[in-house]
């Protein structure tokens, strides 16, 4: 009954998503939120005061996900109105004016070096609204952002997911370093297995079969040029091997598509507008600001990253329901909410949203002489868009939040646990979809390796398998959860102006995932093995 109750409210929720004349996501996880917390109250029997803290920390943990809509929101109005999407689309175009190559630079390149960078959804955030710039239907770039942006998030956020998400069982002595290092190493493996497929996939889902074949030498060339160095990279740091492999994967994909080397010839749709070299440079500013202030603050050795999570008390009251406190690094917190152990808090620098994106607005603002009218125009346009989206986040980070009271007793720990009971020796076939459940719930592939950590490294160890190989297949399912998580889509939805079409993404989303399981499955069974002598 427990296993039935707590996968009922998920049931639920897609039912609401999917059916004919589906339920927008705004009020689907709000209704599922109160669903759980009736069940919480009742079957579960959680006390109320632990239940309504863990919603008021859901409510301070919406801040996150949200703030970062807003800042890809108001960076891609500021590159409307300030003309940088047209020189953008015009640059493109004259590089080449082939779909897919254009689809290749910007969907997987490009995106590949901003996850490596910040994670956070804001590759879709930044990547999708070029491509609609370009001419391409939002709806369709939403999914091909969605599934392209897969491969290289267990190294999202300089490596997150990989060291702070195995991070509680290398502190509890479970595993060690080398083992830390060898996790990340196995992940790139399998995410380098699967890349063979899921980038054509994913183009599939704009394009035709016709156009992917004729122009893929082109899709191959950029495909290796990502994930040869990202392979490379990881076996000896996991830090590093997104963000550089993206960078390396872009310039060569953008020359090599300037070339027209393994590319159908293309009929120049956009005419022969051709665009200076001053003005590619000054359209490519506000980006190049974006990515020059994600990776100083990324970056381990720098100083900025210690600052901004800086966690030393600067101011601390209370407010009669919680403890508030202001870190040195300006980290908002609420502490024993309703005086349990249940605390929120918000990075205001550290999170992707005032750095970089409204800082490069601000900056970028005065260098392309947008009036103060329009300026005003931009903030207030953005700021409405974020009215439903922080309704269906608050309504899933709530829904999270509910289903993880309890420990190892939570809703969201029976169901790992059953699915681990159940499957016993054959868990390497379902070790990865179990993480991608737990990106399902938070939107992160380190809050799913946080949660499920512990369960794949329990399973594992009490049926005999490799708990190195295991935690690999947990961070790749964690990874390939993306593409169906609420969060990413409730946000490259606001991004890119679609409504009501969550639901319609999850049906055509879970394919290329399942497909990404099945690989992925298929290679920790019959090739990692015999490469890493497990």
Aim: net charge positive.
């Amino acid at each position: 009954m427990a296993l039935f109750l707590s996968i009922c409210p998920i049931v639920l929720l897609i039912y609401l998503m999917v059916k004919r004349n589906a339920l927008p996501s705004y009020v689907a996880l709000p209704l599922t939120a109160a669903l759980i917390f009736i069940l919480q109250l009742t079957y579960f029997g959680s006390d109320f005061t632990l239940v309504a803290a863990n919603m008021i920390a859901g409510l301070g943990d919406v801040l996150t996900p949200i703030t970062v809509i807003f800042g890809a929101i108001l960076f891609n109005r500021f590159s409307e109105v300030s003309g940088v999407t047209d020189t953008m689309r015009k640059w493109l175009g004259n590089i080449n004016p082939n779909s897919v190559a254009q689809l290749m630079i910007i969907g997987w390149a490009f995106a590949f070096m901003i996850e490596g960078a910040s994670g956070f959804g804001t590759p879709a955030a930044i990547a999708a609204p070029i491509l609609v710039g370009l001419g391409f239907n939002p709806l369709k770039v939403a999914l091909l952002a969605l599934v392209m942006n897969s491969v290289p998030v267990s190294f999202g956020a300089v490596g997150t997911p990989t060291w702070f998400g195995m991070g509680p069982l290398l502190k509890d002595g479970l595993i060690n370093d080398e083992q830390v290092l060898q996790i990340g190493q196995i992940s790139a493996f399998i995410h380098s297995v699967v890349a063979f497929i899921i980038p054509v996939i994913a183009l599939r889902l704009v394009v035709t079969w016709k156009e992917i074949r004729a122009n893929l030498i082109f899709i191959y060339i950029s495909i290796f040029a990502c994930v040869i160095p990202y392979f490379i990279i990881a076996q000896f740091n996991y830090e590093f091997p997104a963000l550089v492999a993206g960078a390396i994967g872009l310039l060569v994909s953008v020359w090599v598509a300037n070339k027209g080397i393994g590319l159908a010839k293309t009929e120049n749709t956009l005419g022969h507008n051709k665009v200076t070299f001053g003005e590619v440079a000054k359209a490519l500013l506000p980006t190049g600001l974006l990515i020059v202030l994600l990776i100083l603050t990324r970056i381990q050795q720098l100083p900025f990253k210690a600052l901004m999570n800086d966690t030393t008390t600067w101011i601390a009251s209370s407010l009669g329901f919680a403890n508030f406190e202001i870190s040195q690094g300006l980290i908002f917190a609420l502490k024993n909410i309703l005086g349990t152990n249940v605390a929120t808090s918000y990075k205001l620098l550290y999170v992707p949203a005032l750095i970089p994106f409204v800082v490069s607005v601000l900056i970028c603002l005065p260098i392309f002489a947008v009036s103060s009218r329009n300026s005003a125009e931009i903030f207030s346009t953005s700021l409405s868009q974020v009215k439903k989206p922080f309704l269906a986040l608050l309504g899933a980070l709530i829904m999270v939040k509910l289903m993880l009271i309890g420990g190892k007793e939570s809703m969201v720990q029976i169901i790992g646990q059953s699915f681990a009971e159940y499957t016993g020796q054959y868990w390497t076939l379902f070790a990865s979809y179990l993480g991608a459940i737990g990106a399902f719930f938070s939107g992160s592939n380190t809050v799913s390796n946080l949660t499920f950590g512990t369960v794949q490294y329990a399973t594992a160890s009490q049926v005999g398998l490799s708990v190195t190989l295991i935690l690999a297949l947990q961070s790749v399912g964690g990874a390939m959860g993306n593409m169906v998580c609420i969060n990413n889509i409730v946000a490259v939805c606001s991004v890119l102006g679609i409504d009501k079409q969550e639901g319609n993404i999850i049906k055509k989303t879970v394919v290329p995932m399942f497909v990404y399981g099945v690989i992925s499955a298929a290679a920790a069974i019959f090739i990692v093995p015999l490469v890493y002598n497990l």
